[in-house]
């Protein structure tokens, strides 16, 4: 059973800096696409960024210039810079990632579990 393990969200001040990392548990699969979404209260689940296997990126207009994605394809784990954070950053995101089994090239979609990031003073 593959997992996607997130880490690196928390408490941090307007201006400030946050890292997240989302890693794979596999040996079997290869990370194709990887996404970072995330949910404020009362809103619906948005779409932050995406890296995709050749490396292009997007990113939602909010946070274009501030948060960078990033992916380690041998360790198939995913990143997420965040910069110049917001309180209108403040959100549970999350990690979506398309998976290639190397063996039947099929493409699975899983998600982390979800870590809480507060931008506040």
């Known amino acids: 059973q593959v997992q996607l393990v997130e880490s690196g969200g928390g408490l941090v001040q307007p201006g400030g800096s946050l890292r997240l990392s989302c890693a794979a548990s596999?040996?079997?699969?290869?990370?194709?696409?990887m996404n970072w979404y995330r949910q404020a209260p009362g809103k619906q689940r948005e779409l932050v960024a995406r890296?995709?296997?050749?490396?292009?990126?997007n990113y939602a207009d909010s946070v274009k210039g501030r948060f960078t994605i990033s992916r380690d394809n041998a360790e198939n784990t995913g990143f997420l810079q965040m910069n110049s954070l917001k309180p209108e950053d403040t959100a549970v995101y999350y990690c979506?990632?398309?998976?290639?089994?190397?063996?039947?090239?099929?493409?699975?979609?899983?998600w982390g579990q979800g870590t809480q990031v507060t931008v506040s003073s």
């Open positions: 596999t040996s079997t699969f290869r990370m194709t696409t």
């Open positions: 890296v995709t296997n050749s490396g292009n990126t």
């Open positions: 979506n990632a398309i998976l290639t089994n190397i063996g039947t090239m099929r493409q699975y979609s899983y």
